[in-house]
């Protein structure tokens, strides 16, 4: 358990990271070179997204037609597969997005006989071009509802009550946002829908990226000042090219510190972008650690190289 994790770390920072399953048809093999190198800084865990499946609509025939385009499947795979490997504790991420309540159930109930003990619970961003999330006909609309999904299963109680289950015994993430979820109307009541998680049982919170430190600090505060007790980690993602600088704050929402992002605008080439992001990496993992953060929970995408080199500069 990730909460079980931390406690046996006695205050010591762990090491872990996310990644993302290939496009269909990919080789594992480029996802797990990437994995390789980052081994040696013992990550007790490794997170794996699940990508809805997008689609695009289109006439034909006359009818309207979902013609999908983009998957990332696998991530149940992958999670066996990390399990034999590295021999590390695999936590897949579940989303509301695409599945009925019950499915959702089918979808644990292979978690747990994998043996996979921990989750991620989210709900997912609305599909590529949708102006809003649209749960599935019979799904949930939000990552609470699904909380409260896997908290009765943990209780063997499944949804239609009267079957009776052997409980299933996960440990629960969550998504916390240091500087808002884009779309919530103030701060305010975000935090009282992240504070409604917990409540509703959710273990940790796992934070979205963030490049300044004080963001972190602030939301971690105002946590512990709510009542919240729960392992808060902070989320990393180094930066790596010049025009990560827009694309970053337009998709998570986020905002670059003036230093960072005049260091990156000074820089010649992407390479020397990403040794500007390295070494921002470093003074921010250094300042977490000193705040007492539990874990350094990379976002790989795809790229382990510098990531490496944090790590080596920290561990
Ligand atoms: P929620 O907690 O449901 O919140 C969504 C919005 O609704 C917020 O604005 C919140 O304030 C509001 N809200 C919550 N509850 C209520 C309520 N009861 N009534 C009204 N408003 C409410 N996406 C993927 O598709 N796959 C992944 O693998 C994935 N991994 C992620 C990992 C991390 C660490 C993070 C931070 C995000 C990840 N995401 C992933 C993206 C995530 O799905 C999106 O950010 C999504 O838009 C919100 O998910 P959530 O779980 O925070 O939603």
Request: net charge negative; charged share 25%.
């Amino acid at each position: 358990k990730i909460t079980q994790y931390i406690e046996k770390a006695k205050g010591k920072t762990l090491f872990s990271i996310e990644i993302i399953p290939p496009v269909k048809g990919e080789s594992i093999q480029n996802l797990m070179n990437n994995i390789d190198p980052l081994m040696e800084f013992k990550p007790p865990f490794i997170e794996v997204t699940y990508h809805r499946e997008e689609y695009i609509e289109k006439v034909v025939d006359g009818r309207v037609t979902k013609i999908p385009t983009r998957k990332r499947p696998g991530t149940v795979g992958i999670c066996s597969s990390l399990m034999q490997r590295y021999k590390v504790d695999a936590v897949p991420h579940v989303i509301c997005g695409g599945f009925t309540k019950e499915e959702t159930e089918d979808f644990l109930f292979d978690l747990h006989y994998l043996g996979i003990e921990n989750v991620l619970v989210l709900r997912g961003d609305p599909i590529k071009g949708a102006a809003a999330f649209t749960p599935e006909k019979g799904g949930h609309a939000y990552a609470s509802d699904l909380v409260e999904q896997v908290v009765n299963m943990n209780k063997g109680i499944l949804l239609h009550e009267e079957t009776e289950s052997f409980p299933t015994n996960f440990c629960i993430g969550v998504a916390g946002y240091p500087e808002k979820h884009f779309e919530a109307p103030n701060f305010s009541t975000d935090f009282t829908y992240l504070k409604q998680k917990i409540e509703l049982g959710a273990d940790y919170i796992v934070t979205q990226m963030f490049f300044d430190n004080q963001k972190y600090f602030d939301f971690v505060n105002k946590c512990r000042a709510e009542g919240i007790t729960v392992p808060i980690i902070p989320g990393l993602k180094p930066l790596t090219t010049k025009k990560q600088l827009t694309v970053l704050p337009r998709i998570f929402h986020l905002d670059m510190p003036e230093d960072l992002v005049n260091a990156a605008m000074d820089c010649k080439t992407d390479k020397d972008v990403k040794q500007v992001g390295i070494e921002w990496g470093i003074k921010q993992c250094k300042e977490l650690i000193e705040f007492g953060a539990p874990i350094l929970h990379f976002y790989t995408m795809g790229k382990s190289d510098n990531i490496r080199a944090i790590a080596e500069g920290i561990f």
